[in-house]
């Protein structure tokens, strides 16, 4: 059973910093990953999505990683604003079947 | 613009009575997905969907019932059988199959429903 992990529960950072969110699995045999941000009571909003064939995606400030060798997957947020501030959610689905799994997320908080 | 559409936004249930979700897209996906979000637990799924009149049972589809009879709508039941069920309902959808791998999910904004 895939079990995805998010290191760490919680970030603060000041305006300005880069950052590093990170995600790991137990299952290599993942077949795709998606990054999302969630504003409090809000839904999901898909921010990067890494194909099985792929190892990296970028959008603007933002840069995703995945490493199925290690089971380990990187978000990187460039120059970090107060609107950055959401919690984050990686997730993942194996090549048998559309379920995503996902983990407890980060929240992020950037401090102008 | 294409997206799904959840509705209410908030909703209460008194004790012993059972509710509806609904949950529409306009994004032609086949599958369409009901999760569950509680503080410090993150996402569980509830039951899913690959097709239209087909559905399977998630991690924790006790309580709740579910339809598909079109392709764009996907409502969820919670009934009173579900214990505690208070919580954040996210519905979602994806194109299925193996073009899944390109698109990933698209997700609702939710509904919150309180046990009152």
């Known amino acids: 059973k895939q079990e995805v992990t998010q290191i760490p529960a919680a970030l603060s950072v000041p305006e300005g910093e880069n950052l590093v969110l990170n995600c790991s699995f137990t299952?290599?045999?993942?077949?795709?990953l998606q990054w999302f941000r969630q504003d409090p009571g809000k839904g999901l909003t898909s921010l990067l999505l890494?194909?099985?064939?792929?190892r990296e995606q970028t959008s603007g400030r933002l840069n995703a990683s995945l490493d199925k060798s290690s089971g380990r997957s990187t978000l990187y947020i460039a120059a970090s604003q107060p609107g950055d501030s959401a919690t984050y959610l990686c997730?993942?689905?194996?090549?048998?079947?559309?379920?995503?799994?996902f983990g407890k997320g980060t929240l992020l908080t950037v401090n102008p | 613009d294409g997206g799904i559409t959840q509705s209410p936004k908030y909703l209460f249930r008194k004790e012993g009575q059972n509710v509806t979700l609904s949950c529409e897209q306009n994004?032609?996906?086949?599958?369409m997905y009901w999760y569950r979000q509680d503080p410090g637990q993150g996402l569980r799924l509830i039951y899913y969907?690959?097709?239209?009149?087909?559905?399977q049972k998630g991690d924790i589809a006790e309580g709740y019932s579910v339809s598909r009879e079109k392709k764009e709508s996907f409502p969820l039941t919670v009934t009173s059988a579900q214990k505690n069920p208070t919580a954040f309902y996210l519905c979602?959808?994806?194109?299925?199959?193996?073009?899944?791998?390109?698109?990933?999910?698209?997700f609702g904004s939710g509904t919150r429903l309180t046990v009152v």
């Open positions: 979602a959808s994806s194109i299925g199959g193996r073009r899944l791998a390109n698109y990933g999910y698209t």
């Open positions: 299952d290599s045999a993942i077949y795709n």
């Open positions: 890494i194909q099985s064939s792929q």
């Open positions: 997730s993942g689905n194996g090549g048998s079947n559309y379920k995503l799994t």
């Open positions: 994004l032609n996906h086949d599958a």
């Open positions: 969907s690959q097709i239209v009149n087909d559905f």
